[in-house]
């Protein structure tokens, strides 16, 4: 059974900055393809932020480029996502995701690419 648990989420003031984590278990978080973060409000469709490829490429949505870092640390099996600059936008339940299987780039934002997820960390940001 994969787990990925997420931590780290919080109430920030706008310009903050929060570091999501996922810890993943069964499998390293290199062995994936890709792995990414997903947020989602009420109302809304969950929607890709970045996501990491096993060979370390990247892909951030165009609202989070400049302000959001994905990274892994393969030792301790997790994944991160740095926050900074944060605005209230970017308030909402974020997951992380990740899929053993190769997909195109293009998909690297797409939930339905993703085959397992987390519970989600919520993260609210006040002006």
């Known amino acids: 059974q994969v787990l990925l648990v997420e931590s780290g989420g919080g109430s920030v003031q706008a310009g903050g900055s929060l570091r999501l984590s996922c810890a993943a278990s069964e499998y390293s978080v290199s062995s994936y393809y890709c792995a990414g973060w997903f947020r989602q409000t009420p109302g809304k469709e969950r929607e890709g932020v970045a996501a990491i490829e096993r060979g370390s490429s990247t892909r951030y949505a165009d609202s989070v480029k400049g302000r959001f870092i994905i990274s892994r640390d393969n030792a301790k099996n997790t994944l991160y996502l740095q926050m900074n600059r944060l605005k209230p936008e970017d308030t909402g339940m974020y997951y992380c995701?990740?899929?053993?299987?190769?997909?195109?780039?293009?998909?690297?934002?797409?939930?339905?690419?993703?085959?397992?997820w987390g519970q989600g960390t919520q993260v609210t940001v006040s002006s």
């Open positions: 995701a990740a899929s053993p299987y190769q997909f195109a780039y293009v998909k690297f934002m797409t939930p339905n690419s993703y085959t397992y």
